[in-house]
């Protein structure tokens, strides 16, 4: 709940709070219409991820033949305790200390490959995950973070 103190005696003081809380209404409308396109992404992830909070609620519902993503932003690659099926170059990623920033993460979903290969150094790593998403990755690491805070 937002209090906005009425203009009086405390002068300078209300004004501020009055024009901070402004400020956070103006920064959640902004955040919203990508929070949104990053919850319609999902349902493309769903088939194979689901994000499940660690008191085991499940906050986005998924498959689970890849890891939980429950807590991605900037986690370590490959990191998900309960995932055993990391191919090698992520578990090389993991070893390199890769961690899941919002630029990591729309780089591996535009070419899971590629990125791969760039942050191991090894050409011929390859990623489990066969879908490319172009567009949007910004979004859905949004959504995500949303999720696990």
Wanted: hydrophobic content about 40%; proline content about 3%; some cysteine.
């Amino acid at each position: 709940m937002l209090y906005l103190a009425p203009d009086n005696a405390e002068g300078g003081m209300v004004k501020q709070r009055n024009r901070f809380a402004a400020a956070v209404l103006a920064l959640s409308a902004l955040a919203a219409p990508a929070v949104q396109a990053g919850e319609r992404m999902w349902a493309d992830c769903r088939t194979c991820h689901a994000v499940t909070a660690q008191d085991g609620a499940v906050l986005a519902r998924g498959g689970r033949s890849g890891p939980n993503l429950y807590g991605i932003a900037g986690r370590t690659a490959g990191s998900d305790g309960d995932f055993r099926f990391y191919s090698d170059a992520m578990r090389a990623a993991r070893s390199r200390g890769v961690s899941w920033t919002q630029d990591n993460f729309v780089a591996y979903l535009a070419n899971p490959d590629q990125f791969l290969r760039s942050v191991t150094g090894n050409p011929d790593a390859s990623a489990d995950m066969h879908v490319e998403l172009r567009q949007g990755g910004q979004a859905l690491f949004e959504y995500l973070r949303g999720l696990s805070q």
